[in-house]
């Protein structure tokens, strides 16, 4: 199904499974199939519900940048739980993804039961840092356009911090390729522009004040994530961090039986919180 966010924003919604919701925001150039994996196994015991990003997917790519920012997208999810009906759930988000899904916290906690973040940052603190990102996103959303999605996926895939999917099968990493090849180069750009860790302040101070419990999810390869996470674990009020053995930055993809059993066992043990958990 597709949700009218306003100002022309239309956000692809997928739903599936039984059992309390779960909604899901996957990471930059994902889309609601790089959750298959992961879905099939959350399925049994919650409604998980994927959600495409501006720009991403299914739903569509704004020529205002703006209309990217993940404190507008805050406001844009909760216009999908008002949708389907629900007012309470468990929220998942991967990466940018994560940061929007903190962001959807901080702004609308009553609507969140419940948050699992996946190799995700609170946000650049230091200026100097946040400032040399923010140009060199802006000079990746310049190239994605003139280039053309086939170089930039070309591109993106060498990274350094993807090689341990290289061991992972061809079936599962030609699907990724697919997947990302379908995204439309403005929609990314403007996901960048609008939304890249280059462009939003930190949130690292504002986690002290959430009281929702959380799950941190970390790959033990991906180093500079596992200190974020022991970092954000720390500044959460309850949370747990799990690193996941052999697994990069996208756990769901390298190791998804790990993750679900950690995110299943994590919302086992939060409890009811009456009707509005449904």
Do not use: C
Not at 47 to 56: M, R, S
Not at 135 to 145: C, G, M, N, P, Y
Not at 233 to 242: E, G, S, V
């Amino acid at each position: 199904m597709d949700v009218d966010a306003g100002d022309g924003l239309l956000l692809h919604v997928d739903k599936a499974g039984e059992g309390p919701p779960l909604l899901l925001l996957h990471g930059f150039t994902g889309a609601v199939a790089s959750w298959a994996t992961l879905r099939a196994a959350l399925d049994v015991a919650h409604t998980t519900i994927a959600v495409d990003l501006p720009g991403h997917g299914r739903s569509s790519s704004p020529s205002d940048a703006m209309r990217y920012a993940l404190t507008r997208f805050a406001d844009d999810i909760v216009r999908v739980l008002d949708a389907l009906e629900l007012e309470r759930v468990a929220l998942l988000g991967y990466s940018m993804g994560g940061r929007a899904a903190l962001r959807v916290t901080l702004a609308h906690p009553d609507r969140v039961a419940a948050l699992v973040l996946e190799s995700t940052s609170p946000g650049i603190g230091d200026p100097a840092r946040r400032s040399e990102r923010l140009a060199a996103d802006l000079a990746l959303a310049r190239s994605i356009e003139r280039d053309g999605m086939d170089t930039f996926v070309a591109q993106w895939e060498e990274m350094p911090m993807w090689a341990s999917q290289r061991r992972l099968p061809d079936a599962v990493l030609d699907a990724q390729r697919m997947q990302r090849r379908a995204s439309d180069a403005v929609g990314l750009a403007n996901s960048l522009r609008g939304a890249g860790a280059g462009v939003v302040e930190s949130v690292m101070h504002r986690l002290a004040g959430l009281r929702v419990p959380a799950l941190v999810v970390v790959g033990a390869l991906d180093e500079p994530y596992v200190a974020l996470g022991r970092s954000m674990q720390q500044a959460l009020p309850d949370a747990r961090l799990t690193v996941v053995p052999e697994a990069g930055h996208a756990v769901h993809l390298e190791r998804p039986d790990d993750l679900a059993d950690a995110v299943l066992e994590f919302l086992g043990g939060v409890p009811s919180v009456g009707e509005r958990w449904r």
